[in-house]
């Protein structure tokens, strides 16, 4: 199976687990679109749910398949939310953002009752080592890009904007011997407003590799 096949196996098993009713958080990024497509099919077929997402171009993909999607900023609560992420280790703890989107992404992932992260067997790994994606205040940029390096992880900035308009770039850390000790380092950064290390977000995993689709979830 090819990785774009994978990831489609992943999302349409995690979609599976959405009830009628619903309100589904949609997140962004090649492997989230998979979900989009197979939660539009369902909804074709009868299945009555709400959606919010996690940025504007998973917004304007899920209209233009019929989903009704609410503003985020009226809801106090998600039942279920279903996203991509970059890496993810046996703990369930990934690195998210390659999209851009960490930073909605996260606060949408703490308000889900629920997440599912949905990956093919790629981004299974034994330690994550990715780099770490951050959003910056953008009148802070050349302090929190000293402060990054400070702690050992030079960050290159991208050359797209965040949905808030924010500077984002890519913190190289390498091996992360410690990620909630990294996370708390990070979340303390004066004008680092995110950051895609998600340690206690994801309830469930599925992955899809070469044709098995396995599920693990937090004890």
Known sequence: MTTDTDKRAAAIAAVAEIQPGM??????????AYAVAALAERVRAGLRITAVVTSKATETLAQSHG??????????QVD??????????????????????????????????????IVDGSKRVAQLDRAIPVEILPF?????????????????????????DN???????????????????????PGLLGHGLFLDEIDATCIADDSSTVWLKRS
């Open 167 to 189: 500077l984002l770039a890519d913190a190289a850390f390498g091996p992360i011997a410690d990620p909630a000790a990294l996370a708390a380092e990070l979340s303390a950064i």
């Open 140 to 164: 802070a940029r050349a302090f929190v890009l000293r402060r990054l390096a400070e702690l050992g992880g030079p960050a290159i900035l991208r050359a797209t904007r965040s949905d808030q």
């Open 23 to 32: 309100l589904v958080g949609l997140g962004t990024g090649s492997t989230a």
């Open 67 to 76: 989903i009704t999607v609410l503003p985020f900023d009226d809801v106090p």
């Open 80 to 117: 279920l939310t279903i996203d991509g992420v970059d890496q993810i280790d046996p703990a369930l703890r990934a690195i998210k953002g390659g999209g851009g989107a960490m930073l909605r992404e996260k606060i949408v992932a703490a308000a889900s009752t629920r997440m599912i992260a």
